[in-house]
């Protein structure tokens, strides 16, 4: 799976504070099934929820979410596009701690297409195919492009815009 591992990286560049302390940052896929139908290929498709958690958080939840959403544009835009998976497929808990700290978990619906095929007799290839991208002109395009979130003048996240898989 490469999903986890490309929001993982992308999170931690985004956020000042996981670059500090990359061990605040946990991810789990949970719930997951394979999805395979019985064809000329062992093509199949990885369908999970990705927790991902950061604990004793001290900065505001819109510098995790909205790189998130970034990230989300780009590897799996259905969440965005379709009525019920905008409605569910990303969901938020958030502990308060203290007074100026949180525990915050995001959990998205994620998929990935294993695509398998002979190269040569009796040997397999697997390739994971990154999502359709649709190119509207507001987070995919132009890979070197640096976003920057703030909140006033005060600079709450930065990245670049996230490439896409293979």
Known sequence: MYKPNSLRAHLM???EEL?????????????????????RTLSFE???KLSVIITDYAGA???IIVPLLAWVAVHQVDLMEHDEKRKNGIRLQIDFNNISTIDLEVSLDL???VIVMEQEPGQL??????EPQIDDGAFVGDPDKIWTLRT???????????????
């Open 19 to 39: 670059k500090r302390n990359p061990d605040k940052l946990l991810i789990f896929a949970d719930e997951g099934n394979v999805v395979s139908r019985h064809c």
């Open 125 to 130: 290839d697997a390739q994971h195919k990154g």
């Open 152 to 166: 006033g003048s005060q600079i709450l996240a930065q990245w670049k815009t996230p490439s896409p898989a293979p």
């Open 46 to 48: 990885y369908a999970y």
């Open 13 to 15: 560049g985004a956020i």
């Open 61 to 63: 939840a819109d510098a």
């Open 111 to 113: 998929t990935e297409k």
